[in-house]
């Protein structure tokens, strides 16, 4: 009787086989890759603006205070953005026929408000607190990075569960000297201050009996 | 089947295959030609169609659950749980004899399980493949049943391993594989068989790659009879741990009725019960429609009725420990319990279930009945619907009289249920349609030993 | 070696009759091909096992499972459920179990593949349909011969041994 | 101070807020819009508390508005106000959804026309001007409103003709009567619950619905929990909140309940035969004269306003002979013309052809005036009707204007609570279509051309405030000592009922607990909430007594008819328990047309019988039973461990050490604070207030008759309401017990239910795949499951849900399909306390949940573990008890038991 197949065949149906085991790893693997990629979480990612506002210019060379326009940051969940009169204050004054700033006069004048495209988006089952993080030595920088040197904002972090979970975990060495908060780049070079304050922090937690990992933390 | 009531056999020393069977080579063309050579009948592709409506009209009801969700079920706030829970239980049960049937004879050395156990394995796969499909289709958001998998999430959360239905999940998945893998060592034989049987190049070859180019040298012989007696020896308390497992999705609870320690050994008898009498109903059809009247006789159903009787008295007793238990442990839950599965909402359902799964077995106590086909279907049916309503009746029995009154609920299923259910039904018919044109539905070279057995002796 | 003494017995008897004769006549058996898995055989067992594998493969799953139990629920992320022990070790164990035997099963079907040399589509063998035979019905059995008599006398040994068909296959 | 926001800029919010998270599924909006003015007061996100106002049948009841984003969420109690005490009744819950029911009248319509406000005043003025307001009708419900009053005045002046005729259908004439004939002139009576130690109710519920409901509940829990234990008589014709909670309780017909009146005149007096009375009824009545008679000067006797005259005086006589603790006062309806009669008046005038203009604001005479007037047939002999609606109804649909009515929340207005006490309400939000106020109304009616503006009037009726003062009274509601001073009244004269023996079944007309007269019938949040004592939603059954079913050959469910007079109803019947013998009760409130998806074609109009007389009942064929969501109410056996009932002194049977496996808490458990629940089963009067304030808190969806007919429910709190004693019945709140051993956790496969280490037992809704697990293996069964996509889905038909979306809790995850949820403590209000306490470096404050906060009896109470205070005070009362404790779930909610105090007999 004549081969059913070609001498290849043999070689053919191992490398088959060896498929068979392989590939759903190796799938999944690329599989985990994407989902933390920044392709996926948005991390690095640049949104444009109505208005191009560059926090490395109002923020970094101006040196406004984080909070002349978030005013909610220390006092409420909500950091809140700023209303458009609270833009006009300055540029009532400055660059008051600027291209640029067109939109902002056109909304003061209309009554219409911006439509600031959304950077640091969490799903909407996730409540979080900027107050309660400001307040307790966690600064702007551990989640929105260095706004001070962004001409145009972006994404820093990944914002993945797990991301959260990392500084919920072991937040002392995320934690700054209240006077820090606002900085820029507070993690560099850390002074004991910071460290006693994280120290106190921490132990106000523990002693608090809060479990920062617990799901109510986050999830309502 | 030529005539209702087959030849009966001698009592002692039953001979498997029947004196029409001369030569080894008869075996394999007995099986292999209705298969390779002859062309499907239209008896064929009327069932084949049908199956396959049915099939589609199930598909659609589980397309239709899917874009509305559960609500299109029966199942209310009390009675969370209804027909894709019960029909899971269900085919898992069934899942469970076809291998344990081929297991537990090979260990045994029954050698007529030469002729059913290939079919009785396939019923495995497909059973437990239609078992598979509730667990997920229960789910309220089905999209993320995957988060029963342990896989390193950006969420950073992982499976809750204290569930029953983690549990569940690994069971199914291993169990599944696992009889896949069994059924394909038993099977390289026979496809090499068929491979170098004269027939269409395309399908040698498709054949062909299945045997993965097995000879038949004494090498490959005994590595393929060790393995498949050591796969045998993990199957047995794999299949008994599975369905034990399913048990302890009610076991492992606080609800009355549900948290019984005899409940696994008798979610596994049951799954036994429910399987062989699904085993009689095949070989009753393949013996019928593929003329292999030699090779599966009167002793086969003979043997397989008694093991349903057997099963069944076992699981009338078990009924009886649960009223039992219920009296003597004096749990006032578990006694209302009791009292509520004679007398609630769902008591005809009940007796109807015992009359099923307790009483119509006993007429294979008449010699004759065991080897009669309509009392063999009757009663296989029968068994088959007694052990549907007994996995729905311990849901629907201790969901609507919980503890608290105030909550009590009936429950009322909807067309769609029935749809889906009757879409598995048909599915895994489709399914053996397929496989019987596919490979060899009785294991030819165990047959051939077999032969060469009783010849000699 | 020249050529190959090949024939077919329509039973088990027959062909080891052949077989012992033609040991006994000195001839060498380069090959065998059975229908069915005859005891004259015997089990092999000891010679390359297929169990060990089996149990290694059974124990990576199994205990690989459970770590990975422990480490998520007791390192990873413990969380309070229903004020259970993080390390729930009783309720650790039906998962691992299950999918210990799935894994052993793997292990030994990969050992199968390894010891029964499968994965050979093509083969010599094929080339001779006495094999094509062994599959379906018939015991074949050949023998080793270094000259062209010596072939002759082995095929005659075969045919007076009962088979049902014998012939001489030059190299 | 009013919230001065553009009306897009709300629109825009409610688009925001129906954005606001769906579980685990839509990804949010991507825009962020700044207000571009902001005031200062309103930060984006935070959560202000306003005091206002909302009358009920014209009489205020304060309450706090959560407002979030310039949107109301939930409305709260008012602790300052006399009528709420801090407290809410289902009424005030559910005036929240109203505001924003897709059903409202958004523009004034002329017939199926839209019209525009222009065009409504001038056609009215166009007939009126000329002829001094001849002929010229303005109806409208019970008015407290100075400023309402005032403008009604003022309009007299310009129309000297003009009459003003208010009409509740839920009226108090038969009291004010029987004031009339005691003391010469027309008085309210308000008894004093807190300091009764003996209460007698004739067919009294002053535990049931109405604008006194909190304030009753309160006073009369203040003096249960007080030693030794009060006690509570009840006649009445069939089962009410009062009755279910009385220790001794007789259900009797009007018949008997006159003789009972006869008997206790005699028993007190001593001086008069006894009539023969039925033996239980005669047992009862003596020893309630007993204990009356032995606690004279704190002894009480009610009679219900659906009682007739007769009855009242009755009791006029008996509290003052008994010196009870009443105080008569000036009713604060000014108008005290029997309602009754006004209405009968209007009706025969139109038919006459007398009336030229009838405008009708927030009365709805078509749906609820006795038949027997054939207001509608009469409405067609008036040239011009112009009803001011804030819900399309009956009336409205017949008059040639509609004119849209603005919610309380969206008005200033001024209204006085039951006891005179006067309140200024401030909006909330501004009008959210376009719509006016009552008071804006009555100026549009007198000057077309009239700037309206309801806030300068309400200030110019309050002048003599002071600016001080109005700021003060706006801010907290409350115009200080405005309260009516009791009248001082000589002893009333003996009056007794005749006894009226005509054959045949008597009717009772009853408000209903959910639905108010109707005119909270489209209002779903109260159709689906359960009726306390029969648990029916999304309709209601003629309650009626077995032996009389029996009569007339029909079990329950089955459908009668029921002719009296000019009206006939026909209805499913249900047989319930303490229902008098001869006596068919029926609620208020279905048999709605005209008025929506919601409250159209649901069940008959129990007003049609409000005439009485002679009535007939009837076999109607087929069986259709009202749907319920309870079906169990008796507790025989051992399931009677439920609803533990003790008498005044007994205490709870201490429980059992339970044998466990499961280890003691990890430490961490421990740590402060640690959340927990009491409930006190002995002043819960079935209210249902906690289920609607869970409802409005939690973004609980409404699913409609259809799934619960399939026996689905998604209410989070329930309250199980079963059989008490021989006669009465009891309350049972179930919220998530939040156990410590929680069953449902461990089943969970994906950690969605997991404990914290502050005791609570999470869902987590964005990780729950719905396995249903959990529900399956909770002994309590507290946990709901989102069957299908209710909370995108709509009852309110093709009017959508957009609106109603303003009202969600952005702090609150809104659940999608597939879904389990459940009671979670609120625990968004106990994250911003900590939050709070947390980014202020102090410890965490005080919480309180939904429940608690509604609950007029203050019989939910809850608090910390951890520190001395409610909770531990609760868990060592001797009543109380842990509900399945045998179980060993180690439940956070814990209950105090229900105790009777029936005293012995005479």
């Known amino acids: 009787m004549a081969q059913l197949f070609r001498p290849g065949a043999n070689t053919l149906v191992r490398a088959a086989l060896a498929c068979v085991v392989l590939a759903p790893l190796l799938l999944f693997l690329l599989g985990m890759t994407i989902v933390r990629s920044g392709y996926v979480t948005g991390e690095g990612r640049f949104v444009d603006q109505p208005v191009p506002f560059s926090h490395q210019h109002h923020a970094g060379d101006v040196g406004i205070d984080c909070r002349y326009c978030h005013t909610g940051v220390e006092s409420q969940a909500n950091a809140v953005i700023p209303p458009t009169h609270t833009c006009m204050t300055c540029h ?129 | ?326 009296w003597w442990g004096g749990e006032r839950g578990d006694i209302r319990l009791v009292v509520y599965e004679f007398t609630g909402d769902y008591w005809w359902l009940y007796l109807l279930m015992l009359a099923m799964n307790v009483l119509a077995p006993q007429l294979f106590w008449v010699a004759k009945l065991r080897t009669n086909a309509w009392a063999l279907v009757g009663v296989s049916v029968g068994v088959l619907v007694g052990m549907w309503l007994e996995r729905i009746l311990i849901i629907l029995n201790t969901l609507s009289t919980g503890y608290e009154p105030s909550f009590w609920r009936t429950y009322a299923p909807t067309i769609v249920d029935f749809i889906i259910l009757g879409g598995t039904l048909a599915a895994f018919v489709l399914l053996f349609l397929i496989l019987a044109r596919l490979i060899p539905v009785v294991s030819m070279y165990e047959v051939r030993d077999l032969l060469a057995d009783e010849r000699q002796a | 070696m020249t050529a190959v003494a090949i024939a077919t017995f329509d039973s088990e008897g027959a062909w080891l009759r052949a077989r012992t004769r033609a040991i006994a006549a000195g001839h060498r058996v380069v090959g065998e091909w059975l229908p069915y898995a005859s005891k004259a055989i015997g089990s092999g067992e000891g010679r390359g096992g297929i169990l060990p594998w089996a149990l290694t493969g059974g124990a990576i ?109 030059g190299l | 101070m009013s919230i001065e926001l553009d009306r897009r800029a709300i629109l825009r919010l409610i688009a925001t807020g129906a954005a606001a998270s769906v579980a685990g599924c839509s990804p949010p909006r991507q825009h962020i819009y700044p207000a571009v003015n902001r005031p200062d007061d309103a930060q984006p996100g935070t959560l202000t508390r306003y005091a206002t106002a909302i009358p009920l049948a014209g009489y205020a009841r304060g309450v706090t508005g959560l407002v979030v984003d310039s949107r109301p969420i939930k409305l709260e109690g008012l602790a300052a106000h006399p009528a709420s005490l801090g407290a809410t009744d289902l009424f005030n819950e559910i005036a929240i959804l109203d505001l924003y029911d897709p059903q409202r009248l958004r523009t004034p319509m002329f017939g199926d026309r839209p019209g525009t406000w222009d065009g409504a005043a001038r056609a009215i003025s166009s007939r009126v001007a000329a002829r001094h307001g001849e002929g010229m009708v303005l109806l409208t419900g019970r008015v407290t409103s100075p400023t309402l009053l005032a403008r009604i005045a003022a309009l007299k002046e310009s129309y000297p003709d003009l009459r003003h005729v208010r009409w509740e259908a839920v009226d108090d004439d038969a009291p004010i009567a029987a004031a009339r004939h005691a003391f010469g002139r027309p008085l309210t009576q308000r008894p004093r619950l807190a300091d009764a130690d003996v209460i007698l109710t004739l067919g009294a519920d002053p535990l049931g619905p109405g604008p006194d409901q909190i304030a009753n509940g309160r006073h009369w829990a203040t003096r249960r929990r007080r030693d030794p234990m009060a006690r509570l008589y009840a006649i009445e014709p069939s089962m009410t909140n009062t009755g279910a909670m009385a220790d001794r309780r007789l259900s009797a017909s009007p018949a008997d309940l006159a003789r009972a009146c006869h008997g206790l005149a005699a028993a007190l007096t001593g001086d008069r035969q006894a009539p023969d009375l039925p033996a239980p009824l005669a047992v009862l009545i003596r020893q309630a004269a007993r204990d009356l008679a032995a606690a004279r000067g704190r002894a009480l006797v009610l009679a219900g306003d659906g009682q007739p005259a007769e009855v009242h005086a009755f009791v006029a006589w008996a509290n003052s002979r008994l010196d009870a603790p009443v105080d008569w006062i000036a009713p604060v309806d000014p108008d005290s013309t029997p309602h009754r009669e006004s209405i009968a008046t209007l009706a025969a005038d139109m038919r006459a052809g007398r009336v030229d203009t009838l405008i009708v604001i927030g009365a709805n005479p078509v749906y609820a005036a ?76 007198g000057d077309a051309a009239a700037d309206l503006d ?227 089963t002995d002043i819960c009067i079935g209210c249902n207030a906690c289920v609607v304030a869970c409802q409005a808190e939690n973004n609980v969806p409404v699913i409609g008759p259809d799934e619960i007919a399939t026996g689905r429910v998604m209410h989070w709190l329930r309250v199980d309401r079963y059989d008490v004693a021989e006669t009465g019945a009891g309350f049972q709140p179930v919220p998530c017990m939040q156990c410590e051993k929680a069953p449902c956790e461990p089943v969970c496969p994906v950690e969605a239910s997991v404990h914290t280490a502050e005791g609570l037992n999470a869902q987590v809704y964005n990780r729950c795949i719905g396995t249903r697990f959990c529900q399956a293996n909770c002994p309590y069964k507290v946990r709901r499951f989102n069957f299908l996509d209710y909370s995108h889905s709509s009852v309110w038909g093709e009017a959508g849900d957009s609106s109603v979306k303003a009202q969600r809790n952005p702090e609150v995850t809104v659940r999608g399909r597939g879904v389990m949820e459940k009671c979670t403590y609120c625990v968004q209000r106990i994250a911003a306390a900590e939050h709070d306490a947390d980014a202020q470096h102090r410890p965490v404050g005080a919480v309180q949940t939904a429940c608690a906060a509604a609950c007029p009896t203050e019989a939910i109470t809850f608090g910390r573990l951890d520190e001395d205070g409610a909770i531990r005070r609760a868990r060592a009362n001797k009543r109380h008890y842990a509900l399945l404790g045998e179980l060993g779930t180690r439940p956070r909610t814990t209950y105090l038991a229900r105790r009777v105090n029936p005293g012995n007999e005479a």
Request: net charge neutral; proline share 7%; hydrophobic share 50%.
């Open chain 2, 1 to 326: 089947m030529s005539g209702v009531q087959m030849r009966h056999v001698r009592k002692q020393s039953p001979r498997w295959v029947l004196p029409s069977v001369t030569s080894l080579d008869h075996v394999t063309e007995a099986v292999a030609a209705p298969m390779m050579d002859r062309p499907a009948g239209p008896r064929y592709w009327i069932a084949f169609a049908t199956m396959a409506a049915l099939t589609l009209a199930g598909a659609l009801g589980i397309a239709f659950s899917l874009a509305y969700g559960p609500g299109l079920w029966g199942n209310n706030s009390a009675v969370v749980w209804g027909f894709p829970i019960a029909n899971y239980v269900w085919w898992i049960g069934i899942g469970n004899a076809g291998t344990l049937i081929s297991s537990l004879l090979l260990l045994t050395r029954q050698k007529w399980r030469a002729s059913i156990n290939r079919a009785a394995e396939a019923m495995t796969l497909f059973a437990v493949s239609m078992a598979g499909i509730f667990p997920i289709l229960h789910l309220g958001r089905q999209v993320y049943f995957y988060w029963l998998f342990p896989y390193p999430q950006a969420m950073g959360v992982w499976p809750q391993w204290r569930s029953a239905l983690v549990w569940d999940f690994w069971s199914i998945l291993s169990y599944l594989l696992f009889s896949i893998l069994f059924f394909y060592v038993g099977l390289i034989p026979d496809v090499a068989a068929l491979r170098d049987r004269p027939g269409k190049r395309g399908w040698r070859r498709f054949y062909g790659v299945l045997a993965m180019g097995w000879q038949g040298t004494p090498r490959q012989w005994r590595a393929q009879r060790r393995l498949h007696s050591i796969m045998a020896v993990i199957a047995v308390p794999l299949v008994c741990s599975v369905h034990s497992i399913v048990g302890l999705d009610f076991a492992a609870s606080l609800m009355p009725g549900w948290t019984e320690s005899i409940f696994p050994p008798y979610f596994v008898v049951g799954a036994f019960f429910s399987g062989f009498a699904v085993v009689v109903l095949i070989m009753l059809v393949i013996r019928w429609s593929m003329n292999l009247e030699g090779l599966i006789v009167p002793a086969h159903f003979d043997v397989m009725a008694k093991v349903i009787l057997a099963s069944a008295i076992v699981m009338g007793s078990s009924y009886g420990a649960e009223w039992f238990s219920a």
């Open chain 3, 61 to 169: 799953g199994g205990f690989g499972l459970f770590a990975l139990e422990c480490w998520t629920a007791i390192v990873s992320y413990p969380f309070n459920s229903g004020g259970r022990a993080l390390l729930s070790w009783p309720a650790f164990i039906p998962a691992p179990v299950e999918f210990a035997a799935l894994t052993a099963g793997i292990g030994g079907i990969v050992a199968m593949f390894v010891q029964a040399r499968l994965t050979r589509l093509t083969h010599p063998a094929f080339d001779w349909e006495e094999v094509a035979e062994a599959s379906r019905s018939s015991f074949v059995l050949a023998l080793g011969c270094t000259a062209g008599d010596d072939a002759n006398a082995a095929v005659a040994l075969l045919a007076n041994a009962g088979a049902t068909h014998s012939r001489v296959i």
């Open chain 4, 454 to 680: 309801g806030y300068a009037r309400v200030q110019q009726s309050w002048a003599n405030l002071g600016a001080d003062g109005w700021q003060e009274a706006v801010a907290g509601a409350i115009v200080p000592n405005t309260a009516s001073r009791p009248a001082v009244v000589a002893t009333a004269p003996l009056v007794l009922p005749p006894i009226d023996t005509t054959f045949g079944p008597a009717i009772e007309v009853r408000v209903s607990p959910t639905l108010y007269d109707g005119r909270f019938s489209t209002n779903a949040w109260a159709q689906e909430c359960p009726e306390p004592l029969t648990k029916e939603v999304w309709g209601s059954s003629a309650r009626m007594h077995p032996a009389d079913m029996a009569t007339i050959g029909i079990g329950d469910g089955d459908i009668v008819r029921i002719a009296q007079g000019h009206g006939t109803v026909v209805v499913p019947a249900r047989a319930v328990r303490g229902q008098a013998k001869g006596v068919v009760t029926l609620f208020t409130g279905y048999g709605r047309r005209d008025t929506g998806a919601v409250a159209d074609k649901i069940g008959a109009n129990a007003w049609m019988l409000a005439g009485g007389g002679p009535a007939h009942v009837s076999k109607a064929g087929e069986h259709a039973p009202v749907l319920t969501t309870q079906h169990v109410f008796a507790l025989d056996g051992e399931l009677a461990k439920l609803y533990p009932v003790l008498r005044p002194d007994e205490a709870m049977a201490p429980a059992k050490a339970q044998p466990t496996l499961i280890p003691p808490n990890p430490p961490n458990q421990d740590a402060p604070p640690q959340w927990a629940m009491a409930i006190d």
């Open chain 1, 92 to 220: 009532s004054q400055l660059w008051t026929n600027a291209q640029m700033l067109a939109p902002v006069r056109e909304s003061m004048a209309s009554g219409k408000p911006l439509a600031w495209n959304r950077v640091n988006r969490l799903p909407a089952y996730v409540y979080f607190d900027h107050h309660v993080h400001v307040q307790n030595g966690v600064p702007c920088a551990a989640c929105h990075g260095d706004v001070r040197r962004m001409p145009l904002t972006r994404q820093t972090a990944s914002l993945t569960m797990g991301w959260c979970l990392a500084c919920h975990r072991s937040p002392e060495d995320r934690i700054v000297a209240p006077a820090r908060e606002f900085e820029g780049d507070p993690y560099h070079g850390r002074t004991a201050n910071d460290r006693a304050f994280a120290h106190a922090v921490m132990a106000h937690i523990v002693a608090s009996g809060r479990k920062l990992t617990d799901c109510t933390v986050c999830h309502r």
């Open chain 4, 370 to 445: 006795p038949p027997a007037l054939g207001f509608a047939e009469a409405m067609k002999r008036v040239p011009l009707i112009v009803a001011a609606v804030t819900m399309p109804d009956e009336t409205s649909a017949r008059a040639h204007w509609q004119l849209p009515l603005s919610h309380p929340l969206e008005s200033w207005h001024d209204c006085r609570a039951p006891d005179g006490t006067a309140s200024i309400a401030q909006p909330l939000i501004r009008p959210l279509y376009d719509s006016r106020s009552a008071i804006e109304l009555v100026d549009l009616v």
